[in-house]
């Protein structure tokens, strides 16, 4: 088919993975982003082999080796007592077994490398500013209104508008994301205001009664990503990067072994914060007509197995191999859904399940068999940029 008009709904990681992705494969894509300033909040995301293989299609191998961070080691602790239960490769085992490696980033390093590879393939090719409001087909072209008033037409439209899509909503009405029950909190800490020898292994998640604590190293070894996630009962606040407090942290996990409260206590002032997990039930389709969706806008993800942004990323990859080997853009978007439908369903309801592991408390005689993982469910043996479609 002749290279169509496509439209890219949220400069985020998905819709960015999807610009470069796709401008690798002989295609001009434009990114329309609500924001006036191209950036990204938050901390630090798990680039697993499957993630790693469609972050090296997109053209981010240098960024990844720049900014990521192997840890060689990780590991599971039991939260009262502070024992390794688990010890896991994450270095040169894995690396041959996936044929890729295993990194920790800043979110904010990666989405500014992205942004940059696809403004230097086309320096128009991102808009800001530019918050949706609806849209219209006719068949032939989609129409999207922002909310300036302004108008574009596009053959066809992706929505990588994240998990409060204004995309999904056009299609298919508004269905607000259901609170779940869990809250994350999410801190940086400086690795030299830790005591020695605390981060030992340099990726480690602890588990107990209805809390689990992750922290693993970022930004070349020198600063502690920690995402605490804990269950509560109600949530009255709303946003994504709410201010939080060290001795709101301390409090939700007095009793656990001294190590994790040490982290909390060195988190600087402006460095916590929090939110709610909300999920949304799986959609039985995506697409309608020459509109589709990505990411958190087709499928979110709890954190619980650290997929959500690795599924995003396959997403983007899928999509522009879909166009690249397809010769009608109707062809091209039934392939990507059937390609990331029952994967993405399957991944998502396995986070749920991962959610109840994590929790449901440890004992000394924990078996490791029964601790869920991506890779021990297979998530990670996957490879976007060559998988069958």
């Not at 434009?30 to 630090?44: H, Q």
């Not at 040490?262 to 988190?267: G, K, L, S, Y």
């Not at 994967?343 to 068999?369: F, I």
Request: net charge negative; hydrophobic share 40%; proline share 5%.
């Amino acid at each position: 088919m002749n290279k169509p008009d496509i439209a890219i709904i949220g400069a985020g990681m998905s819709g960015l993975v999807a610009a470069s992705s796709l401008q690798k494969l002989g295609f001009t894509p434009t990114v329309y982003e609500k924001s006036a300033v191209l950036g990204e909040v938050g901390a630090g995301l798990t680039m697993a082999p499957n993630a790693t293989h469609a972050l090296q299609f997109a053209g981010m191998t240098d960024a990844l080796v720049k900014h990521g961070m192997s840890p060689g080691r990780g590991g599971v602790k039991h939260w009262q007592t502070g024992k390794l239960m688990i010890s896991l490769e994450r270095g040169d085992e894995l690396r041959e077994k996936f044929g890729a490696s295993y990194y920790h980033i800043h979110r904010a390093d990666l989405h500014a490398a992205l942004a940059a590879k696809v403004l230097a393939n086309d320096a128009g090719a991102i808009h800001l500013g530019c918050d949706f409001k609806t849209l219209h087909q006719d068949g032939s072209k989609v129409t999207v209104e922002f909310a300036s008033g302004e108008r574009l037409n596009a053959d066809v439209v992706i929505g990588a508008d994240g998990v409060r899509s204004g995309v999904r909503a056009a299609l298919f009405g508004e269905d607000q994301p259901r609170f779940t029950g869990y809250i994350a909190f999410r801190g940086l800490v400086p690795f030299d205001a830790l005591p020695p020898g605390i981060i030992d292994p340099p990726s480690c998640l602890s588990t107990g009664p209805d809390r689990s604590f992750t922290r693993y190293l970022i930004r070349n070894g020198q600063v502690v990503n920690y995402v605490a996630l804990a269950q509560r009962d109600g949530w009255q606040e709303e946003g994504w990067s709410i201010p939080a407090t060290v001795d709101e942290v301390l409090q939700e996990y007095q009793g656990w072994y001294e190590d994790v409260a040490t982290i909390i206590r060195a988190t600087p002032d402006g460095s916590l914060f929090k939110w709610a997990l909300c999920d949304r039930a799986t959609l039985p389709a995506w697409t309608q007509g020459r509109v589709t969706l990505m990411g958190d806008a087709a499928h979110p993800m709890l954190p619980f197995l650290g997929s959500g942004a690795a599924m995003a990323i396959e997403d983007a990859v899928i999509l522009a191999r879909a166009f690249d080997c397809s010769d009608s853009i109707e062809a091209a978007l039934q392939r990507y859904f059937v390609a990331r439908h029952e994967r993405t369903a399957w991944v998502a309801q396995k986070s749920r399940e991962a959610a109840l592991n994590y929790h449901s408390g440890r004992s000394e005689h924990y078996e490791p068999s029964k601790h869920l993982t991506a890779e021990s469910l297979g998530i990670w043996a996957y490879n976007p940029a060559k998988v069958p479609i």
